[in-house]
């Protein structure tokens, strides 16, 4: 209920509950020829145990009468019941999508790990979960108008068959939850978790190709895909033996329909009290009603993976769509816990840090303690340390994506910042695009992103690859270096005050690191970066050096040295 609500509340609801109306009215319409159908079969073999020709012809022309109407709206039905899904899937994996990229919800998943595979989940969970919900409330609906229409014909040709199918559905609905219920819920939701697991490993895989080719690692990847794919196996062994079961119990559960009819009708046919064509449409209406009335039973498997899918999409929903806080978060922390606090990012004019102390995640060990800094325009600060000292998270605390720890970030606004890392993203798309990434488009001529290629050292690869309009695998096409010049060029469309760089230049030559720097430095804008050449300290004005423990020293760039 609380991933479906908003769509039946919402800006949605009218076409929505529209639709449905529209499918309820199919379904009754369905419904009410169905039961003339069957009354029509019953009419036929009556008329064929009485010898009567005129009234077996006139009951099939009313039959193929109800065909004619039965078929096309048959069709109709099942066609608005896909579209309506569609149309729902649309706007959940939208909504979805908001919460998943809003806030960098996307980067919180992927740093803290507590949702795997997002990408399966919203792809499809969602699909699957809109196209059963669909299809079960309608089956929901559908079996209620049944059991109205059908109930009111069995139970004026046999009461003893009325009471005997009620008994028998709640025995059987009853049995087959004890039995198979949560184990089957649990076996598809881990079945669902393996195969993405799987995929992802496969992915990875490709993703990878050329580190794994380099290393020759073929067999250490063929252990783990071996592991994972036996994860799959296993789990889905476990599952069919369970299923094994559960068919053995549907397969009796309905057989025995075919033979209960005949029986407790036997002594009213062979009496001469009931028509042999009216036992046969008492069997019918008794077909009919047991399916509506087991309805749990007859959809228990698709019913199980339908529980396991919800449960995955209600786990990241949690995540990416919070509720409001509940008062028990906002309770003070148990005497010597480690405080929970979050490093906060507020606006400014100018870049500064006060009282910063930076965590590892979960809070395990303190990398930066009490930190105070601040930066003038047209600045440049150095930091440096031994690995994992602190340096990156550092970095992601001033670009608002590191909240382990405390303290306060003044920052300008994101429009106005830039972070380069070491290994750029390259887009799928133009190289128009990867110029002015992350906008959509740029005001800037043809000839003015040409020049800024130039400018970074790229002017002939416009020509290479085709013109800026052409589209290639960027990452496989440049090398690193080059990926990192690109980078660097949508500094200068963009043209942000402060840059931030995470060993941006660590593949390029000292030529072009330094032109770049250079670059930058005359632009007047503000620089942190974390680099360990000393031909880059002249591009700074301050060293921030971290020892890992939490301790840090300021230093002047002029006259500083990494040996001393």
Known sequence: MQVARPYWTGDQRRWAWLLLALMIVLMLAETQLAVMLNQKAGEMTSALAGRDRDRFWDAVRAALLVLAFAVPVYAFYYYMRDSFSNHWRRWLTGRFLDGYLGNRNYYQLGSIGEIDNPDQRISEDIDTFTAR????????????????????????????????????????????????????????????????????????????????????????????????????????????????????????????????????????????????????????????????????????????????????????????????????????????????????????????????????????????????LELKPGDGLLITGASGCGKSSLLRAIAGLWHDGSGKVHSLPTSQMFFLPQRPYMQNGSLRSQIVYPSHQSPLSDPQLLQMLRDVQLGSLAERAG??????????????????????????????????????????????????????????????SIAHRPALLQHHTHVLRLDGHGGWDLHDAEGYRFDA
Do not use: C
């Not at 992802?200 to 592991?227: H, K, V, W």
């Not at 529980?307 to 509940?326: C, K, T, Y």
């Not at 500094?491 to 840059?499: A, N």
């Open 133 to 372: 919900s669909t299809n079960f409330l309608l089956i929901l609906l559908g079996s209620f108008m049944q059991l109205v229409a059908f109930s009111a014909v069995l139970w004026s040709l046999s009461h003893v068959l009325v009471g005997f199918l009620v008994l028998y559905a709640f025995v059987g609905t009853f049995g087959a939850l004890y039995l198979f219920g949560a184990p089957l819920i649990r076996l598809n939701f881990w079945q669902l978790r393996r195969e993405a697991d799987f995929r992802f490993g496969l992915m990875r895989l490709r993703e990878n190709a050329e580190s794994i080719a380099f290393y020759r690692g073929e067999a250490q990847e063929r252990q783990q895909i071996d592991q994972r794919f036996d994860s799959v196996y296993n789990n889905y062994a476990r599952l069919i033996r369970k299923q094994r079961s559960l068919n053995l119990f549907q397969r009796a559960f309905s057989q025995l329909t075919l033979v209960v009819p005949s029986i407790i009708l036997a002594n009213d046919v062979l009496s001469g009290e009931l028509e042999v064509g009216a036992a046969v449409q008492a069997a019918g209406a008794f077909v009919a009603v047991l399916g509506a009335v087991s309805l749990i039973v007859d959809n228990f498997d698709a019913l199980s993976r339908f529980v396991a899918g919800i449960s995955r999409l209600h786990a990241l929903a949690q995540v990416v769509m919070p509720s409001p806080p509940e008062a028990s978060e906002h309770e003070p922390p148990m005497p010597g816990a480690v405080p929970r606090s979050k490093v906060t990012v507020q606006p400014a004019e100018r870049l500064a840090i006060e009282a910063l102390t930076l965590y590892t995640p979960g809070f395990g060990r303190v990398l930066v303690r009490d930190l105070h």
């Open 467 to 528: 013109g800026l309009d052409a589209v290639h695998d960027w990452e496989k096409l440049l090398s690193t270096g080059e990926q990192q010049r690109l980078a660097f060029a949508r500094v200068l469309v963009h043209r942000p005050r402060v840059v931030i760089l995470d060993e941006a230049t660590s593949a390029l030559d000292n030529a072009n690191e330094a032109a770049l720097y250079a670059s930058l430095r005359s632009s007047g804008v503000t620089i942190v």
